[in-house]
């Protein structure tokens, strides 16, 4: 099974400042078959990105996904109120799926 | 809109039997898989099990195989999950998530919240 591991688990900053969140992989994920999803607190979780880079519907522009193999990582250009929340990221390169521990983003 | 919604969930004594379902509305149901993802408490997500859209192909997290059968009904638009030998791991809240063409999960329920204890 490949284990992700996310960093920073929290991550501090103020609205207007630029997130970095890292998702490591043991094994290296086939195909780009990376997600990532934000969960606020009391909500289901919300597809962000898919294939480490394309954008879900209706997801704005300042999230960006990057990376490949076994380092990918998620980008917020300018945090905004509502971005204040948990992240995860997902494989699906390969069966079991799988899912980190979450980096959660809060309000310095 | 695409609306996932759980319910079945409740508290239940160590070795006992639950049965989760969802119900789907705002897409057509039998094109897409659907899989169970949980969440224990604090915690983060875990996946369960998923079911393809003619409810042919399953498949299951070792640690809820053997215990766990997901289902479907396409002309009621429903997704199951029978859990049978409950322990205290399998507290959580339970999502239903369409998964795409492309196996990531584009559309999320709420979850119903499954309590194990004596």
């Known amino acids: 099974e490949i284990v992700l591991t996310q960093s920073p688990a929290t991550l501090s900053l103020s609205p207007g400042e630029r997130a970095t969140l890292s998702c490591g992989a043991s094994q290296s994920v086939s195909s780009r078959n990376l997600a990532w999803y934000q969960q606020r607190p009391g909500l289901a979780p919300r597809l962000l990105i898919y294939?480490?880079?394309s954008r879900a519907t209706g997801i704005p522009d300042r999230f960006s996904g990057s990376g490949s193999g076994t380092d990918f990582t998620l980008t917020i250009s300018r945090l905004e109120p509502e971005d204040f929340a948990v992240y995860y990221c997902q494989q699906y390169g390969s069966s079991p799926w799988t899912f980190g521990q979450g980096t959660k983003v809060e309000i310095k | 809109e695409v609306q996932l919604v759980e319910s079945g969930g409740g508290v239940v004594r160590p070795g006992g039997s639950l049965r989760l379902s969802c119900a789907a509305s705002?897409?057509?149901?039998?094109?897409?898989?659907v899989s169970w993802v949980r969440q224990a408490p604090g915690k983060g997500l875990e996946w369960v099990s998923d079911i393809n859209w003619n409810g042919v192909s399953t498949s299951y997290a070792d640690s809820v195989k053997g215990r766990f059968t997901i289902s479907r009904d396409n002309a009621k638009n429903s997704l199951y999950l029978q859990m049978n030998s409950l322990g205290a791991e399998d507290t959580a809240l339970y999502h239903c998530a369409r998964r795409s063409n492309g196996y990531y999960f584009d559309y999320w329920g709420q979850g119903t919240l499954v309590t194990v204890s004596s």
């Open positions: 294939g480490a880079s």
């Open positions: 705002g897409f057509t149901f039998d094109d897409y898989g």
